[in-house]
């Protein structure tokens, strides 16, 4: 018979609640480090999980994943936001929609996404070099410019813009999710608070746009067959071209409308962050900084970067892989056991919060020395292959893995080589940036950095 794990120690009636407030990361390294790969975690009458052996996160998302659900209170939170979306729907429901939408995250399908992006931070290069003052908020202009490329990718529309309506209105969603996550009292989404009315009234700017951009477009497909050369090869008309293979059925546009705003808030904060980080990263590491403009000069010889370079790119890869290692922007991925379970030979009641968490795997000094080390050397590919796949897991993992997570990393490593290439960033101050976890692990306060001019590469 399994008995329950260590429990992490905490004096008084609320338990670790006020520590998890607080600084819910470093609470959980905390009870890793001092009780090791499964620890418990008592939160006034709550119970909480942590598994951070790479065999146990790979237990309870991917070999045991029919027994585990998503019905935590982060899931419930986001679930008011993206409705049936393919990030918080369950069940039959969800495997339908994975099914039907999966080919359109192919490779080859989102290849043609590959000039958007590097154009978009090209432009914001431009705007950089142009502008009177040589510091810049990275954090800010990292969202507005993953803003900008899911827009285009997704709808061919730029809302990036302060004065686009959708932009805006997303971000008062996204704002909404992440207080209401933070909260520790959970204030019903019905509930009359000028937040949550601010909140509705951007939902409903987003069914709108939304569902109109989608009924213009099955009307002028009707009418001409066509929906324009560029709009044709967006998301959203794969999207909505795309058919289960089983019944033949599309999607309706209630369901499309939840899939557009999933993939809008999935696909951009959690980069955005990832780019914040990294530059954060490399402003504090000359060495490697260097190395990475070599590598970029090298490759591109003073050109856009295009998705033929991107095997010539493999160590801003490295770079970037490694950010994420410090700074996974999806710094834990809850389930709920349906059923008792066994993990790391501890017994886990059904009904839990069990957390994975790449934040604190990541850093599991069994299988990353030196963990708390920046070292894009780690994976190169020569040294990769001695980790369980679990070692490293920022896309989650599982039948639930990131359906991005192709496009993500073309996105990230296009962006970083179209700035490095042209610019240099360096840190305004010398602290170290804390770490405000919300749905994503943000910065607790914005990057700022000083950006120069790179001498022009010789091509
Ligand atoms: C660095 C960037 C990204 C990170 C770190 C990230 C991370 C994750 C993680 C950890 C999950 C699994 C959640 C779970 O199992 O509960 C997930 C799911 C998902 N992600 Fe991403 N993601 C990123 C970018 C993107 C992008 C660019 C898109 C779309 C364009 C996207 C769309 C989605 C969707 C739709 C799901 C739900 C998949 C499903 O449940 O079938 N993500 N992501």
Redesign the pocket.
């Known amino acids: 018979m399994s008995g329950p794990p260590p429990t992490f120690p905490t004096p008084g009636v609320l338990g670790s609640l006020p520590h998890f407030r607080r600084d819910p990361v470093g609470l959980l390294m905390s009870g890793f480090e001092s009780c090791g790969d499964v620890v418990r975690f008592r939160l006034l009458n709550r119970s909480l999980y942590l598994v951070a052996h790479p065999r146990d996160a790979r237990r309870v998302?991917l070999d045991q994943a029919s027994t585990y659900d998503?019905g935590t209170r982060g899931f419930r939170v986001l679930r008011v936001f993206l409705r049936n979306?393919?990030?918080t729907s369950e069940g039959p429901q969800?495997l339908r929609q994975?099914r039907i939408i999966q080919p359109a995250f192919h490779r080859e399908r989102i290849a043609g996404f590959a000039d958007t992006m590097a154009a978009a931070a090209g432009h914001l290069v431009d705007s950089w070099l142009g502008a009177s003052s040589d510091t810049v908020n990275v954090s800010a202009d990292m969202m507005r410019l993953t803003l900008r490329i899911?827009g285009e990718t997704l709808l061919s529309t730029d809302v990036s813009q302060e004065a686009d309506r959708v932009g805006q209105a997303l971000h008062t969603m996204l704002r909404g999710a992440n207080e209401a996550i933070g909260r520790v009292v959970p204030v019903p989404a019905w509930w009359p608070t000028p937040a949550h009315r601010r909140q509705r009234a951007a939902m409903r700017t987003l069914d709108d746009v939304m569902l109109d951009i989608i009924s213009t477009r099955r009307a002028a497909s009707e009418t001409s067959g066509a929906m324009g050369a560029r709009k044709d090869h967006d998301l959203l008309s794969m999207l909505m071209a795309a058919r289960d293979e089983e019944t033949g059925e599309g999607m309706s546009d209630a369901q499309l409308r939840d899939e557009a705003m999933?993939?809008f808030l999935?696909?951009h904060e959690?980069?955005a962050v990832?780019l914040g980080w990294t530059w954060h990263l490399l402003g504090a590491h000359p060495v490697v900084r260097q190395r990475l403009e070599q590598v970029v000069d090298d490759a591109l010889g003073g050109r856009p970067p295009t998705m033929s370079d991107l095997p010539r790119l493999g160590y801003v890869e490295q770079v970037v892989k490694e950010s994420?290692r410090l700074y996974?922007?999806?710094w834990v991925?809850s389930r709920r056991p349906k059923i008792d379970d066994v993990v790391g030979g501890f017994r886990i009641p059904a009904g839990a919060i069990v957390l994975t968490s790449p934040y604190v795997t990541h850093r599991h000094p069994d299988f990353w020395p030196d963990p708390t080390q920046f070292d894009p050397g780690r994976f190169d590919p020569a040294n990769a292959d001695d980790r369980p796949a679990f070692a490293y897991f920022?896309?989650?993992g599982g039948p639930?893995?990131?359906?991005?997570?192709t496009?993500?990393m073309m996105?990230?490593v296009l962006v970083v080589a179209t700035i490095a290439q042209r610019c240099r960033l360096d840190a305004t101050a010398a602290e170290e940036i804390g770490q405000d976890p919300a749905i994503t692990l943000r910065p607790a306060a914005p990057i700022t950095m000083r950006v120069r001019r790179r001498a022009v590469v010789p091509v």
């Open positions: 998302l998503k979306g393919l990030l969800w994975r899911v999933t993939i999935a696909g959690t980069t990832a994420m996974p922007p999806a991925v920022p896309f989650g639930r893995q990131c359906i991005g997570n496009f993500a996105e990230l």
